[in-house]
């Protein structure tokens, strides 16, 4: 069988940039599955698995216009510092912003004794990405799965916590390792820090996952639709 709109396809892979440093990977014994067709995966990568079938193995390279887009300077301010209150921030650190599409994740790129640096974008926007996949399997989605919207794994929906990838951020990380999950960030500027929520080990709960945002970290990047 091959993978095809409304297929569930498991897969394991590799990202690295161009330099050859590793930016994401799944983890060890655990591919993701998604549902094919349903906006969970980044465009390039969805389009390269078209056609592709279980034992597939096949490398591909992604510009940054078919994966987490160009740098949005939008998403580069600089404000008040008084909005962390008497957090301990430092750079690295990341918040929940509210923003006119919801809460989005912003790092802190820069401190000053007024003011600080932010910025919203993707911590892989602006790069060219090389990926290395392997298609562990594919089967046609249930019913369930295509009226639900994404995969289940195992026969359970993900609402039921088991693993999967469906909804597009799921995976465990340690050590400052990062799960991107494929995802878009929002191509707005309307964002404040302002009721935004720290973690002092870099950490940030967005959506409902837990990311971590060290661009010299390592970056868990399974699938997902949408980075906020």
Do not use: W
Request: net charge negative; hydrophobic share 25%.
């Amino acid at each position: 069988m091959k993978i095809t709109k409304d297929t569930v396809a498991t897969i394991s892979y590799t990202v690295t940039k161009t330099d050859g440093q590793v930016v994401g990977r799944t983890e060890a014994n655990a591919p993701v599955c998604v549902l094919i067709g349903h906006g969970f995966l980044i465009k390039g990568l969805e389009q390269a698995l078209l056609d592709h079938k279980k034992g597939d193995e096949f490398a591909f390279t992604l510009e940054p216009k078919d994966s987490y887009g160009e740098i949005d300077k939008n998403l580069i301010q600089t404000i008040d510092r008084k909005l962390f209150g008497d957090f301990d921030i430092a750079v690295g650190n990341v918040f929940e912003a509210d923003s006119s599409n919801g809460p989005m994740a912003v790092v802190i790129k820069e401190i000053t004794d007024d003011k600080v640096v932010v910025d919203g974008n993707h911590p892989l926007a602006g790069m060219t990405l090389n990926f290395l996949v392997v298609v562990d399997d594919v089967r046609e989605a249930t019913e369930e799965e295509l009226k639900h919207g994404h995969a289940h794994a195992d026969g359970h929906c993900p609402s039921e916590h088991h693993h999967c990838c469906c909804g597009g951020k799921h995976h465990h990380h340690e050590d400052g390792d990062h799960e991107c999950c494929g995802g878009h960030h929002h191509e707005d500027d309307d964002h404040e820090c302002c009721g935004g929520h720290h973690h002092e080990d870099g950490e940030h709960k967005c959506c409902g996952k837990h990311h971590h945002y060290d661009e010299d970290s390592e970056h868990h990047c399974c699938c997902g639709k949408h980075h906020h």
